[in-house]
């Protein structure tokens, strides 16, 4: 059997058994998306938004042009595929290529460490590919973590790059940069945590690096630099949002432990395990901190037990240096502070030393340091193998073992029909919807990003993307009168007919509002909200703004239909103000002022209008209010253009100034 033979029948043996293993995800590779809750979505709508961006979108996001921003460039190594099947077909078949493709890898990995002439080798480098390919992390992450799950890069890598060692060439080296590339787009975690594998491998291996040629060196900075400038460059927005004060990336000392692995998490099986899953769900939803997803670290049973009882004839080197690694990103993913089953122990670990350094500090999920666990642990089982396996029977009963040790069958899985009422709205006027709950529901949110591609208008307080608005832009959103307890689903204001800051009525302010972010649509989607919920924003927009209902499958639809009469001018505050609040005794609302609040005022039709702020200093406040406008004293009636206009409202003495029954009188210009 020729060597292109075997790689082909490797190849052939783990597609049959990632074909059974994540039923039924093939059956469906057209209808359904395969993992559960909203990223699947979101993946899916970066691959639209990338193919309607098109080249130059590309080359913005690769050469890291733009502000400060997140990004995510996981989906542009696999649009050839979008381009060929489309959505949802491309994203199912980038899933089970991540385990075809792991399992692969690192059987190269493993045949390429061990004794090549061997066929035991082969044998146990394929036992160490079904290892890898289906250990609970990568599961768990497949699930919805489009980059994580793509853990197929990491041995890919090391194999290019040992490679290029035993006999460097041109073409090696460039698939190796291509490789690392890959890698630093799908997954940056993954780069972070392989760039300190590289540098530990260079410290053990020392020896062989110090007799190395000149000529060789230069090779590797050459390749050192083109990685950088390849991978990194795409990363210069996400890195200077990184490098801000109080940037969103840090997500503080109490989230970074959430995010970290607990120890007794690489013993404790997956808790979607086909049979005894069950078991420990209890154990995950109650000790372990984080999402499933995070806290999954499951190494599997018999892969430790072969390692721990038979690894006696692996050469010392290379076993103490695959024992180093795992030992190293097993502490680190453990962060900065050990906790076990979910309570916190008073023992600091290394990771508390880098934590706050620049990169490290916006490190999201520190647990992602587990892959390279389940990487070491996986190729030192391979290693174990090679020198121990004799028989055909004790591999098929690995095998045998290994499955039922990762059993997962069936694969959650997700329609991918998206609501009907999408290609309704897609022709309405307006360029933004409301729609509910899609600030509050992930799954929703996410679904409402993919439809956004359909429709093609922008989702209003869309919590999936919150990472991609500035800060200010989310506190406008949640700041807008009616559109703010529409989103953020303050039922008790709606039942009550509460009034808004300022006195503002939120069946006269709403179309105000929705008309500021040029939205004619509401679209609710009644299953995803608690009876109360649903009953309170029907009651609201059927009785107060006398909309009417469109049910169109299991959506309702709202148009603004201008029955209700509005003034055309609205207030949102901005920074500044304190315990806003209504006090039912002197029925009143009350605002306190510690130095100087902000609001904002707005005027959406095309005429001039002519504005009162009123309201009252509170007896018990310390400081009388002055109200400013471009920095001057305003005293008396405001006229209001079309447009935007900010205000400050300024305590004038030395203590907190207490406003009390603010109101806001509205006037056309005769």
Same mark, same amino acid.
């Given at each position: 059997?020729t060597r292109?033979?075997t790689?082909?029948?490797v190849?052939c043996l783990?597609?049959? !058994?990632a074909?059974?293993?994540?039923?039924?995800?093939v059956?469906n590779?057209?209808t359904?998306?395969?993992?559960?809750?909203?990223?699947?979505w979101?993946?899916m709508w970066?691959?639209?938004?990338k193919?309607?961006?098109g080249?130059?979108?590309?080359i913005?996001d690769v050469?890291g042009?733009?502000?400060?921003r997140?990004?995510n460039l996981?989906v542009? %190594?696999?649009?050839?595929?979008?381009f060929a099947?489309g959505q949802?077909?491309?994203y199912n078949?980038?899933?089970?290529?991540s385990f075809i493709l792991?399992?692969?890898a690192?059987y190269?990995?493993?045949y390429?460490?061990?004794?090549p002439?061997?066929n035991q080798?082969?044998v146990?480098a394929?036992?160490?590919g !079904?290892?890898?390919m289906?250990?609970?992390?990568?599961?768990?992450?497949?699930?919805?973590h489009?980059?994580a799950?793509?853990i197929q890069?990491?041995?890919f890598?090391?194999?290019?790059?040992?490679?290029w060692?035993?006999?460097?060439r041109?073409?090696?080296?460039?698939v190796?940069?291509c490789?690392?590339?890959?890698?630093?787009?799908?997954?940056?975690h993954?780069a972070l945590?392989?760039?300190l594998f590289?540098l530990v491998a260079?410290?053990?291996w020392r020896a062989?690096?110090?007799?190395?040629s000149?000529?060789?060196?230069?090779?590797?900075f050459a390749?050192?630099l083109?990685?950088?400038?390849g991978g990194?460059?795409a990363y210069i927005?996400t890195?200077?949002?990184?490098?801000q004060?109080s940037?969103p990336?840090?997500?503080?000392?109490?989230?970074?432990?959430?995010?970290?692995?607990?120890?007794f998490?690489f013993?404790i099986?997956?808790s979607?395990h086909?049979v005894?899953?069950n078991?420990?769900?209890?154990?995950?939803n109650q000790?372990f901190?984080?999402?499933?997803?995070?806290?999954?670290q499951?190494?599997?049973i018999?892969?430790?037990?072969?390692?721990?009882?038979?690894h006696?004839l692996v050469?010392?080197?290379i076993?103490?240096?695959?024992?180093i690694v795992?030992i190293?990103?097993?502490?680190i993913?453990?962060g900065?502070?050990l906790h076990?089953?979910g309570?916190?122990?008073?023992?600091?670990l290394?990771?508390?030393v880098i934590d706050?350094l620049p990169v490290f500090?916006?490190?999201?999920?520190?647990?992602?340091?587990?892959?390279m666990?389940?990487?070491?642990?996986?190729?030192?089982f391979?290693l174990?193998?090679a020198?121990?396996?004799r028989r055909k029977?004790?591999a098929?009963?690995i095998?045998a073992?290994?499955?039922l040790?990762?059993?997962?069958i069936?694969?959650?899985?997700?329609?991918?029909?998206?609501?009907?009422?999408?290609e309704?709205?897609?022709?309405l006027s307006g360029?933004?919807?409301l729609?509910?709950?899609?600030?509050?529901?992930?799954t929703i949110a996410?679904r409402?990003l993919y439809g956004?591609?359909?429709h093609?208008?922008?989702?209003?307080?869309?919590?999936?993307l919150?990472r991609a608005h500035?800060?200010?832009?989310?506190?406008?959103i949640?700041?807008?009168?009616g559109v703010?307890?529409?989103l953020y689903?303050?039922t008790t204001?709606?039942?009550?007919?509460?009034a808004?800051f300022?006195?503002?009525?939120?069946a006269e302010?709403?179309p105000?509002?929705?008309?500021?972010k040029?939205?004619t649509?509401?679209?609710?989607? %009644?299953d995803s909200?608690?009876?109360?919920?649903?009953?309170?924003i029907?009651?609201?927009?059927e009785e107060?703004?006398?909309?009417?209902?469109?049910?169109?499958a299991?959506?309702?639809?709202?148009?603004l239909?201008?029955?209700?009469?509005t003034d055309g001018v609205?207030l949102?505050?901005?920074?500044?103000?304190?315990h806003i609040?209504?006090?039912a005794?002197r029925?009143?609302i009350?605002a306190?002022?510690?130095?100087t609040?902000t609001?904002?005022?707005l005027n959406?039709t095309?005429?001039d209008?002519?504005?009162d702020l009123l309201?009252?200093?509170a007896?018990?406040?310390?400081?009388?209010?002055?109200?400013v406008?471009d920095?001057?004293?305003?005293e008396g009636p405001?006229i209001?253009p %079309?447009g935007q206009?900010?205000?400050?409202?300024?305590?004038?003495g030395?203590?907190k100034a207490i406003?009390?029954n603010p109101r806001?009188n509205?006037k056309?210009i005769?």
């Amino acid at each position: 059997m020729t060597r292109w033979q075997t790689h082909g029948i490797v190849l052939c043996l783990y597609a049959v !058994l990632a074909i059974g293993m994540t039923w039924p995800v093939v059956p469906n590779i057209t209808t359904r998306v395969a993992g559960s809750g909203g990223d699947p979505w979101q993946t899916m709508w970066r691959f639209e938004t990338k193919d309607r961006a098109g080249w130059n979108e590309f080359i913005k996001d690769v050469t890291g042009q733009g502000e400060a921003r997140l990004i995510n460039l996981s989906v542009w %190594p696999w649009m050839p595929l979008h381009f060929a099947f489309g959505q949802p077909t491309a994203y199912n078949i980038v899933w089970l290529l991540s385990f075809i493709l792991s399992g692969y890898a690192v059987y190269l990995l493993v045949y390429t460490l061990a004794d090549p002439s061997s066929n035991q080798t082969k044998v146990a480098a394929w036992l160490a590919g !079904l290892a890898y390919m289906f250990l609970p992390y990568h599961v768990a992450h497949s699930f919805g973590h489009f980059g994580a799950m793509q853990i197929q890069w990491l041995p890919f890598i090391i194999v290019a790059a040992i490679s290029w060692w035993r006999r460097p060439r041109i073409i090696m080296a460039i698939v190796l940069v291509c490789l690392f590339t890959i890698q630093v787009w799908s997954e940056h975690h993954y780069a972070l945590w392989l760039s300190l594998f590289a540098l530990v491998a260079a410290i053990y291996w020392r020896a062989q690096i110090r007799v190395m040629s000149g000529q060789r060196l230069r090779w590797i900075f050459a390749m050192i630099l083109i990685g950088l400038l390849g991978g990194g460059a795409a990363y210069i927005p996400t890195a200077r949002l990184a490098f801000q004060n109080s940037s969103p990336l840090e997500l503080g000392r109490e989230q970074l432990l959430r995010f970290s692995a607990d120890p007794f998490a690489f013993i404790i099986p997956a808790s979607f395990h086909s049979v005894w899953g069950n078991l420990v769900d209890a154990l995950f939803n109650q000790h372990f901190t984080g999402n499933v997803a995070e806290s999954t670290q499951y190494l599997g049973i018999i892969v430790l037990l072969v390692s721990l009882f038979f690894h006696q004839l692996v050469p010392v080197g290379i076993k103490r240096f695959w024992l180093i690694v795992g030992i190293l990103f097993f502490v680190i993913s453990l962060g900065p502070q050990l906790h076990i089953l979910g309570n916190i122990m008073p023992v600091p670990l290394p990771y508390g030393v880098i934590d706050s350094l620049p990169v490290f500090s916006a490190i999201r999920a520190v647990s992602r340091a587990g892959v390279m666990v389940g990487l070491a642990v996986s190729v030192f089982f391979g290693l174990v193998l090679a020198t121990q396996l004799r028989r055909k029977w004790s591999a098929a009963v690995i095998t045998a073992l290994l499955l039922l040790d990762f059993l997962f069958i069936p694969v959650p899985t997700q329609s991918a029909a998206i609501p009907e009422v999408y290609e309704k709205i897609s022709s309405l006027s307006g360029r933004t919807v409301l729609e509910i709950p899609a600030a509050t529901n992930y799954t929703i949110a996410s679904r409402a990003l993919y439809g956004s591609t359909v429709h093609g208008k922008e989702v209003l307080g869309n919590i999936a993307l919150e990472r991609a608005h500035t800060e200010d832009e989310l506190a406008e959103i949640k700041q807008l009168p009616g559109v703010r307890q529409l989103l953020y689903l303050r039922t008790t204001e709606l039942r009550q007919d509460r009034a808004e800051f300022f006195d503002q009525n939120l069946a006269e302010t709403l179309p105000d509002a929705m008309a500021s972010k040029d939205a004619t649509a509401i679209i609710v989607h %009644p299953d995803s909200l608690s009876i109360l919920q649903w009953m309170s924003i029907k009651n609201f927009l059927e009785e107060n703004l006398q909309l009417t209902p469109q049910p169109i499958a299991d959506t309702v639809l709202y148009e603004l239909n201008g029955k209700v009469a509005t003034d055309g001018v609205l207030l949102t505050r901005k920074a500044g103000w304190e315990h806003i609040g209504f006090d039912a005794e002197r029925n009143s609302i009350f605002a306190e002022i510690p130095t100087t609040a902000t609001a904002t005022l707005l005027n959406v039709t095309d005429q001039d209008k002519v504005v009162d702020l009123l309201f009252t200093i509170a007896p018990e406040s310390l400081s009388s209010v002055a109200v400013v406008i471009d920095g001057k004293l305003s005293e008396g009636p405001i006229i209001l253009p %079309p447009g935007q206009l900010d205000i400050q409202f300024v305590a004038s003495g030395e203590g907190k100034a207490i406003i009390m029954n603010p109101r806001l009188n509205v006037k056309n210009i005769k």
